[in-house]
T-cell receptor
């Protein structure tokens, strides 16, 4: 069965600095999708970024980018120029290619932004 | 009404009572998930519905928990004989599962407090 591991329960970063959140996963599939979700204090989960496993190019969305290492089964999220609004719980997630595959979430990393 | 809607947003109940939590997914989304999130913690998977397939109930913590999805749309999570440890935020998510790359869209959650 697929698993998603986020080994950092909490992290802190100074405002305007760069931080990287780690995520590893386990799968025997070659084609799948990976996601990073953000859950701010408002509780509303929103998608930050997604990556297709068959694409070698790392996805980027403004200040958010990923470092996707398929062989290592690693999918880290880099947040550049951290802002106070980035303070949230971040969840890494995996979805297999089968239509019936459910999305599997990691346990999350709580990110604190220090002013 | 483009988003996932959950009701009620807050529910306070007495220990031993039954509660029903409702989720209205996005129209056309065939997949529906229920998660439980204790204060400041990660997502605990409860149950997954996908189209006409048998639901994946592997995350339900006890037989006091059940869920149904009527007509492939609205879902109800029922907790019988509530206990104080059931206090948490219950999140619902839906996705258009026919596409592998589709992300899950989350509702705002129901905060359940058992007193």
């Amino acid at each position: 069965a697929q698993t998603v591991t986020q080994s950092q329960p909490e992290m802190s970063v100074q405002e305007a600095e760069t931080v990287t959140l780690s995520c590893t996963y386990d799968t025997s599939e070659s084609d799948y999708y990976l996601f990073w979700y953000k859950q701010p204090p408002s509780r509303q989960m929103i998608l930050v970024i997604r990556q297709e496993a068959y694409k070698q190019q790392n996805a980027t969305e403004n200040r958010f980018s990923v470092n996707f290492q398929k062989a290592a089964k690693s999918f880290s999220l880099k947040i550049s120029d951290s802002q106070l609004g980035d303070a949230a719980m971040y969840f890494c997630a995996y979805k297999g290619r089968d239509r019936d595959d459910k999305i599997i979430f990691g346990k999350g990393t709580r990110l604190h932004i220090l002013p | 009404g483009a988003g996932v809607s959950q009701s009620p947003s807050n529910k306070v109940t007495e220990k031993g009572k039954d509660v029903e939590l409702r989720c209205d997914p996005i129209s056309g989304h065939t997949a529906l998930y229920w998660y439980r999130q204790s204060l400041g913690q990660g997502l605990e998977f409860l149950i997954y519905f996908q189209g006409n397939s048998a639901p994946d109930k592997s995350g339900l913590p006890s037989d006091r928990f059940s869920a149904e999805r009527t007509g492939g749309s609205v879902s109800t999570l029922t907790i019988q004989r509530t206990q104080q440890e059931d206090s948490a935020v219950y999140l619902c998510a839906s996705s258009r599962q026919a596409q592998m790359n589709t992300e899950a869209f989350f509702g705002q959650g129901t905060r359940l407090t058992v007193v």
